[in-house]
């Protein structure tokens, strides 16, 4: 996980959960063997293959007034879901303003 990031709670959420950073090559292929044994898989994603960590967390509009991402999650190698989301600010709030089932690209 970058350093500037900070972390957040997963309610609900039991047992470990892990960070898989991009550009740790050992990191990925340590946890990569671990796929396919149920072992539960959770993305974030805007969809964006190129840029800073951030733009490919998040796609924002021009005011970012408005935010995209995909959440998906994979478990034992084979059984996957993904979800868009997109969240628009009101005000001080922010809404969900789209949920859609679809996998990320």
């Known amino acids: 996980m970058p350093p500037e990031i900070k972390p957040f709670e997963m309610p609900g959420r039991m047992g470990p959960t892990l960070w898989r950073s991009d550009g740790n090559d050992k990191q990925i292929a340590d946890l990569d063997a671990c796929f396919g044994k149920g072992v539960g898989f959770i993305s974030f ?9 951030e733009e490919k967390l998040v796609t924002w509009n021009p005011s970012h007034t408005e935010a995209a991402l995909w959440i998906t999650t994979t478990f034992g190698g084979t059984n996957g879901t993904g979800t868009r ?3 628009r600010k009101f005000g001080d709030d922010w809404v969900v303003v789209s949920l859609k089932a679809e996998l990320a690209s």
Do not use: E, F
């Not at 994603?45 to 960590?53: C, E, H, I, P």
């Open 45 to 53: 994603d805007s969809g964006v293959t190129a840029g800073t960590w």
């Open 85 to 87: 989301i997109v969240v």
